[in-house]
C-alpha cells in the first residue's frame, strides 16, 4: 500500500501544497496545517490491477490524488480540488513544471452552484444539527422501554412507572398478554397471590437493557386489571436520537466543542464559517470567473468564528446568500460544465510527458 513518504520517496509528486484555513488566510495560533497534493503513478503500476486513487494519512489531514483522479474531481468542479489550483504562492510547497497546464479558470463552470452552494447547504444542515444537540443535550442515563409504556386509568393513561407506584405493585408482580388484532396493546394482569404463584414474568425482561416488553403465561381465568399500550415508534425514534448523539459526543473536536460553548451562540462557528466562505466564492465564480482562496473577506469570516453573530440571523444570510448565488449562476457566462474532451487530453498530455523520460 503506498503511503505519503512512498511518494516523496519515489519522487512521483506533480504538487504540494497547505491547504485549509492556512490557505484560506482563517487560521489562528492553534490551527492545524493540513497538506494537499497530486501525485502520479509509476507506469508499470497505472497499467496493473491495482490503481491508487488517492493517498492520506491516519488522521485525513494529508491527502494527495492521482492525477487521473485528480482531474475526474475537477471535471466535477469539486470545490476541494479546485482550490488547489488556487493555493496562494507562500503555500505551495512543491509545483512540477507539468502541473503548471493545470489551471483554474480553464475548468471554472456552472457545475461550481451545486458543488460549492449545495456543500455549503450541507454545512448549514450539520450546524442545525449541532446546535439541536447543544440546546437540547440528550440525559446522560439512557430512558428504557418502560419510559415509552402507558397504562390505561379511566378514559386516559399514565406513565407505567407512575401507575405502579399508586398502586403499590412492583413491575415483577405484573404479566402482560397480546390482544388480539392490536399492535402494542396488551392486557396487564397483576398477581397479588402471597407466593406470586402465577409466575408472571415481569413487563421486560432486564429495566436496562431490554429493547422489548415481555409476555407471560397467564390463567385463563385471569382478569386484566388494565391495559398497558407501548409507543414502538417514539421508543425507536428516541433510541436513533440517543445513539447519534452518543455518536456526535464521542467524535466531536473536543476544541471545537468548547469554542463553541465558550462564545455561547451554541452552533459550530467553524462550520458556518466555511458555509459563507463556500457560498462567497461560489458567488465570486458565478460573476467574476474568478476563484479566490486566500479571502479578502477573512475579517468578516474570523468573526463568525468567535461567535458575534446569532446563529438564526447567520442561517437567514446564508439562505438569502444561497438565493444570491442561484440568480448569479442562471446569468453567468460560465459554460455549463468543463470541456471533457480538453480535459482528457491535458491528462494524457501530462502523462505521456511523465513517463517518457521516466524509468520505470
Given at each position: 500500500?503506498?503511503?505519503i513518504?512512498?511518494?516523496r520517496q519515489?519522487?512521483?509528486?506533480?504538487?504540494e501544497?497547505?491547504?485549509?484555513?492556512r490557505?484560506y488566510?482563517t487560521?489562528?495560533?492553534h490551527?492545524?496545517?493540513?497538506?494537499?497534493?497530486v501525485f502520479?503513478?509509476?507506469?508499470a503500476e497505472f497499467?496493473g490491477?491495482t490503481?491508487?486513487p488517492?493517498?492520506?494519512n491516519?488522521?485525513?489531514?494529508?491527502v494527495f490524488?492521482e492525477l487521473r483522479?485528480?482531474v475526474?474531481l475537477?471535471v466535477?468542479n469539486?470545490?476541494?480540488?479546485?482550490?488547489?489550483?488556487?493555493?496562494?504562492?507562500?503555500?505551495?510547497?512543491y509545483?512540477?513544471?507539468?502541473?503548471?497546464?493545470?489551471r483554474a479558470?480553464?475548468?471554472l463552470?456552472k457545475l461550481?452552484?451545486q458543488?460549492?452552494?449545495?456543500?455549503?447547504?450541507?454545512?448549514?444542515r450539520?450546524?442545525?444539527?449541532?446546535?439541536?444537540?447543544?440546546?437540547h443535550?440528550e440525559?446522560p442515563?439512557?430512558k428504557?422501554?418502560?419510559d415509552?409504556?402507558?397504562?390505561?386509568v379511566g378514559?386516559?393513561?399514565q406513565?407505567v412507572?407512575?401507575?405502579?407506584?399508586r398502586?403499590g405493585?412492583?413491575?415483577?408482580?405484573?404479566?402482560?398478554a397480546n390482544?388480539?388484532h392490536?399492535n402494542?396493546l396488551y392486557?396487564l394482569?397483576v398477581?397479588?397471590?402471597?407466593d406470586q404463584?402465577?409466575?408472571?414474568?415481569?413487563?421486560v425482561?432486564?429495566?436496562?437493557?431490554?429493547?422489548?416488553v415481555?409476555?407471560?403465561?397467564v390463567p385463563k381465568?385471569?382478569?386484566?386489571?388494565?391495559y398497558?399500550?407501548?409507543?414502538?415508534n417514539?421508543y425507536?425514534?428516541?433510541?436513533?436520537?440517543?445513539?447519534?448523539?452518543q455518536?456526535?459526543e464521542?467524535?466531536?473536536n473536543?476544541e471545537r466543542?468548547?469554542n463553541?460553548?465558550?462564545?455561547?451562540?451554541?452552533?459550530?462557528?467553524k462550520n458556518?464559517?466555511?458555509?459563507?466562505?463556500?457560498?462567497?466564492m461560489?458567488?465570486?465564480?458565478a460573476?467574476?470567473?474568478?476563484?479566490?482562496?486566500?479571502?479578502?473577506?477573512?475579517?468578516?469570516?474570523?468573526s463568525?468564528?468567535?461567535?458575534?453573530?446569532?446563529?438564526?440571523y447567520?442561517?437567514?444570510e446564508?439562505e438569502?446568500?444561497?438565493?444570491r448565488?442561484?440568480?448569479a449562476?442562471?446569468?453567468?457566462?460560465l459554460p455549463?460544465?468543463?470541456?471533457?474532451?480538453?480535459a482528457?487530453?491535458?491528462?494524457a498530455?501530462?502523462?505521456?510527458?511523465?513517463?517518457?523520460?521516466?524509468?520505470q
Amino acid at each position: 500500500m503506498l503511503t505519503i513518504p512512498d511518494l516523496r520517496q519515489r519522487g512521483l509528486i506533480l504538487f504540494e501544497a497547505i491547504s485549509g484555513s492556512r490557505a484560506y488566510g482563517t487560521h489562528l495560533p492553534h490551527s492545524d496545517t493540513d497538506l494537499k497534493g497530486v501525485f502520479i503513478l509509476p507506469e508499470a503500476e497505472f497499467y496493473g490491477l491495482t490503481y491508487v486513487p488517492q493517498v492520506a494519512n491516519e488522521t485525513n489531514d494529508e491527502v494527495f490524488y492521482e492525477l487521473r483522479r485528480f482531474v475526474e474531481l475537477l471535471v466535477k468542479n469539486n470545490p476541494t480540488v479546485l482550490e488547489l489550483l488556487g493555493t496562494p504562492e507562500d503555500c505551495v510547497v512543491y509545483r512540477h513544471p507539468l502541473f503548471g497546464a493545470f489551471r483554474a479558470e480553464d475548468f471554472l463552470s456552472k457545475l461550481c452552484r451545486q458543488s460549492f452552494a449545495e456543500y455549503a447547504v450541507a454545512q448549514i444542515r450539520k450546524a442545525r444539527g449541532l446546535n439541536k444537540k447543544i440546546n437540547h443535550p440528550e440525559p446522560p442515563q439512557r430512558k428504557s422501554v418502560l419510559d415509552f409504556c402507558y397504562v390505561t386509568v379511566g378514559a386516559g393513561a399514565q406513565p407505567v412507572t407512575t401507575w405502579l407506584e399508586r398502586r403499590g405493585y412492583a413491575a415483577s408482580q405484573c404479566g402482560l398478554a397480546n390482544v388480539n388484532h392490536l399492535n402494542d396493546l396488551y392486557a396487564l394482569f397483576v398477581d397479588e397471590t402471597p407466593d406470586q404463584r402465577h409466575g408472571y414474568r415481569g413487563l421486560v425482561r432486564d429495566p436496562e437493557t431490554s429493547q422489548e416488553v415481555q409476555l407471560s403465561a397467564v390463567p385463563k381465568a385471569e382478569v386484566p386489571v388494565a391495559y398497558l399500550s407501548f409507543n414502538r415508534n417514539g421508543y425507536s425514534t428516541y433510541c436513533r436520537a440517543y445513539r447519534e448523539y452518543q455518536e456526535w459526543e464521542q467524535k466531536r473536536n473536543p476544541e471545537r466543542y468548547q469554542n463553541t460553548v465558550q462564545h455561547g451562540k451554541n452552533y459550530d462557528a467553524k462550520n458556518m464559517l466555511h458555509v459563507f466562505r463556500l457560498l462567497r466564492m461560489a458567488e465570486e465564480i458565478a460573476t467574476s470567473g474568478q476563484l479566490h482562496v486566500r479571502r479578502p473577506d477573512r475579517e468578516f469570516l474570523l468573526s463568525i468564528r468567535r461567535g458575534e453573530f446569532e446563529y438564526d440571523y447567520l442561517v437567514a444570510e446564508a439562505e438569502a446568500l444561497v438565493e444570491r448565488v442561484a440568480a448569479a449562476f442562471a446569468t453567468s457566462a460560465l459554460p455549463q460544465a468543463p470541456d471533457i474532451a480538453t480535459a482528457e487530453q491535458l491528462l494524457a498530455q501530462t502523462r505521456r510527458a511523465w513517463y517518457a523520460p521516466h524509468t520505470q
